[in-house]
């Protein structure tokens, strides 16, 4: 029952997107004023129903029904709740329909309480959202349908993939999906801006928010995603420059440079084609991502099932929201009005340079990504990585990251270095610093070493705008960039120090013989067999002291799974305030001996928690943006009520 | 820095910015030819060996009998095989708990001048579903020939 309850809700909510669509048009083109008013009840029910249907799998998957195809493909009865919840979205269909729980949540949301722009935009925004929305629907419902029955019904299920039987993992698509589908919301909003020509500081500030919000998840979920990789892969890295990664990188950096082409917009009315453009390419970089991890044309963890169908209609949704949006961008680019203009030595100027930075860090990232793809059709099989992606990115960051240093400090408009010269000499300072100690240490690669000298004029550089301000009066926007800054130069000094001063040792030992790893003694005590609900494993007990300091037990596993058979390794990190030493346990060599492999990783966690406080600053300023918000709203309404009661 | 003519700052920001995003792109495209990593068979290797230093990916059979581990316990050394042509491979590392003889490797490293392929990273099936994707179609024409031929 709850299967035909939930695929009911998918057919009434795709119907309801229908109907959004045709009402938005109607109103729009002048024959149906009529309708402009369901428009926005019709898309708040609209995101209830995928809600409803998506609550109807997970009904399906925590009761494991295995009637259901779905339910006996991906799960299995003795599989812990947490990854029965899980296991819902571990699969293409199930992530599909969150793809479109989101994208209609997102647009219900955006219809329930968006009040700030003119009638007509908002029309043309929730009938381009729903437009979009139509093709997923149908794409699920034609060739992903999550609800379709298995007759008879599965003795047992086969489980879940045993990489993705993981807590961060369990929670990484979810935030990752709100990020990468929140951003349908500013393509909706550039079309609908485009359609009624209304780009402007309005559209940019109703804008602004949902950018916002979408980046925070985005930021959170790659975060996630990339300490995912680094502790259950066991393979010591952080980011793999896997398709998988980059395509979630990808609309990260096209929504980070529409954040701040939106802030030029919003303050000084500048870069309005720019911005409507990146409004574009933010979500076609969600979609191309898609299609990339779920067409099967990878072969990943995310690659669910190779279905050449799926790919075909994945591709053509592709062509059809991509190419539709670039050709209204491109018939009416013409008509939007060159904004105002700017000073190269301005705040502006930075902000473009951030932009272009961004965008052809972009490219670097698209081609590296698409290259191995376009390679194979002509007969040849590559692969890209580091050697190609770290240098090619770099080339384009360190300008950014050396703009951005003086960039928020600034005046709109027209500004002078000279007046902000002074400012700089202590970050300049403490980065030549910095570059003098590391000049010392031998062997260090270029780009660490960069990475480390620039970290440390960021670290300074990015408080500055704080200087000479009462901190009761700085807006919260201002914090917010002061954090996410700030934490760009920390999640870049933990990057490079992992590069520069990882320890890694490979060693086979007996049980009670000891290793050394950096400041670490390692000794291995025993190996025991362990047990878990779906698993079996071998587990390493190891005692390691810091410096020969108090000794802490650590226990690495190799786990092997039964449903469905697969081994995995579980490294056991120890973490200090200074780094993480990473250990995992190899194979039995014949002699008695295990294989161990130990990194030290100085400052590793620093990448996350930097990462962290990016988005930490993109919540402040939503927080900061949304609540001086509300604040002219009811300053605005209460002028208002004065007037009405004074013309009584 | 001269400030330039407030007429044509659109057009001058475009062309800055296409300039910018031509230059990502045909650095990449030079990057791409000369850091892409190429996949071989043992029989490319042996016809045409890559430049000593390129990093490369070598896919083959691991052949019955070869594996064997060195002193230090953490090394070994097996041969990779296509049904025409071997290749020694050396590996420091963690082997994945399916890489066994007899069955399909990807190994990711560089060839060593003396014909030994220095392997950084080894690949093998996961499980049935998830195959490097050099193995999958290496399964369809190679590998009912490779087993042939060692049996």
Redo the contacts between chains.
């Keep these: 029952m709850i299967a035909e309850f939930g695929l009911a809700a998918l057919w009434l909510a795709a119907a309801l997107a229908a109907l959004q669509l045709l009402a938005g048009v109607l109103a729009l083109t002048g024959r149906g004023e009529a309708l402009a008013g369901i428009v926005r009840p019709v898309a708040v029910m609209q995101g209830l129903l995928a809600l409803a249907a998506f609550f109807a799998l997970i009904l399906l998957f925590i009761g494991t029904d295995l009637s259901v195809k779905l339910v006996a493909m991906n799960s299995h009865s003795a599989k812990p709740f947490i990854y029965k919840l899980a296991g819902s979205w571990g699969n293409h269909e199930g992530s599909m329909l969150l793809w479109v729980t989101v994208m209609g949540l997102a647009g219900a949301f955006v219809a329930f309480v968006e009040r700030r722009l003119p009638e007509p935009t908002m029309l043309a925004t929730l009938a381009g959202q729903a437009f979009v929305s139509i093709g997923f629907y149908a794409f699920l419902l034609m060739s992903s349908n999550p609800f379709e029955r298995l007759d008879p019904a599965a003795p047992e299920g086969n489980g879940l993939n045993p990489l993705l039987q993981d807590i961060g993992l369990a929670f990484h698509p979810p935030t990752l999906y709100l990020g990468y589908v929140g951003l349908s919301v500013a393509f909706s909003f550039a079309i609908g801006a485009l359609i009624t020509r209304q780009v402007g500081p309005a559209f940019a500030k109703a804008m602004r928010p949902w950018v916002l919000g979408a980046w925070i998840f985005l930021t959170l979920g790659i975060a996630a995603g990339s300490y995912w990789a680094y502790y259950e892969l066991g393979w010591g890295g952080w980011w793999f420059w896997d398709p998988v990664e980059n395509a979630s990188l990808m609309p990260w950096l096209a929504a980070t440079a529409l954040l701040h082409s939106c802030g030029v917009l919003a303050a000084r009315n500048a870069l309005r084609a720019w911005t409507v453009m990146l409004g574009v390419v933010a979500f076609s970089m969600s979609m191309v991502g898609t299609f990339l991890v779920r067409s099967g044309i990878l072969t990943s963890v995310h690659a669910f099932a190779v279905d050449p169908e799926r790919g075909s209609f994945i591709l053509a949704l592709l062509a059809i929201n991509i190419g539709g949006a670039l050709t209204l961008f491109a018939l009416r680019a013409g008509t939007v009005t060159e904004g105002k203009r700017f000073a190269v030595v301005s705040r502006e100027g930075a902000l473009v340079v951030n932009n272009v930075m961004l965008s052809a860090i972009l490219g670097i990232v698209l081609f590296g990504t698409l290259y191995p793809l376009v390679a194979e059709a002509m007969g040849a099989k590559v692969s890209v990585g580091p050697p190609y992606f770290n240098p090619m990115g770099a080339i384009f960051l360190v300008p950014m990251l050396l703009v951005l240093m003086v960039g928020p400090l600034l005046r709109w408009r027209r500004d002078s270095f000279s007046r902000v010269g002074k400012r700089l000499i202590l970050p300049a300072v403490l980065a030549v610093l910095a570059a003098g100690v590391l000049a010392g240490w031998s062997g260090i690669g270029v780009l660490p070493f960069i990475g480390i000298v620039l970290a440390a004029g960021l670290a300074i550089a990015s408080l500055l705008p704080l200087r000479e301000r009462n901190f009761r009066r700085t807006p919260l926007s201002v914090w917010g960039m002061v954090a996410a800054h700030f934490g760009v130069a920390v999640a870049l000094f933990g990057m490079a120090s992992e590069s520069a001063f990882s320890v890694e040792k490979l060693v086979a030992v007996r049980a009670g013989e000891a290793t050394e790893v950096g400041p670490w003694q390692v000794k291995l005590v025993n190996v025991e067999p362990v047990a878990g609900p779906n698993w079996t494993a071998l587990e390493g007990v190891l005692s390691a002291s810091y410096q020969g300091g108090d000794e802490t037990r650590i226990r690495p596993q190799a786990r092997s799974f039964w449903t469905p058979p697969q081994q995995t390794t579980e490294s056991a990190l120890l973490t200090r305030w200074n780094g993480q030493l990473y250990v995992v346990l190899g194979g039995e060599a014949d002699d008695g001996r295990w294989q161990l492999r130990l990194w030290w990783k100085p400052f590793v966690t620093l990448i996350w928690y930097g990462g962290i406080l990016i988005a930490l600053g993109g919540l402040l300023a939503l927080i900061g943006r949304v609540a001086s918000d509300v604040r002219r709203i009811v300053a605005r309404e209460k002028i208002a009520d004065r007037r009405e009661s004074q013309g009584r | 820095?001269a400030?330039?003519k407030?007429k044509h700052?659109?057009l001058v920001?475009l062309v800055?910015?296409l300039a910018?995003?031509l230059?990502?792109?045909l650095?990449?495209?030079w990057?791409?030819r000369s850091?892409?990593?190429?996949?071989y068979v043992p029989s490319e290797i042996v016809a045409d060996p890559p430049e000593a230093d390129r990093?490369v990916?070598l896919g083959g059979m691991v052949e019955t009998g070869s594996i064997e581990?060195e002193a230090?316990?953490?090394t070994m050394r097996f041969v990779v095989g296509d049904g025409t042509a071997r290749v020694p491979v050396r590996f420091?590392?963690?082997?994945?708990?399916?890489f066994v003889e007899g069955s399909g490797v990807v190994a990711e490293g560089k060839l060593a001048s003396d014909g030994t392929f220095i392997a950084d990273?080894l690949l093998a099936k996961?499980?049935?579903?998830?195959?490097?994707?050099?193995l999958?179609d290496m399964n369809e024409h190679q590998v009912s020939q490779v087993v042939a031929e060692t049996q």
């Excluded at chain 2, 420091?92 to 399916?98: M, T």
């Design positions: 820095m400030a330039i407030p700052q659109r920001l800055i910015a910018a995003l230059a990502a792109a650095l990449a495209m990057a791409l850091q892409a990593s190429y996949f990093a990916r581990t230090d316990g953490v420091s590392g963690i082997a994945p708990s399916l990273n996961h499980d049935e579903n998830y195959v490097p994707r050099e999958q």
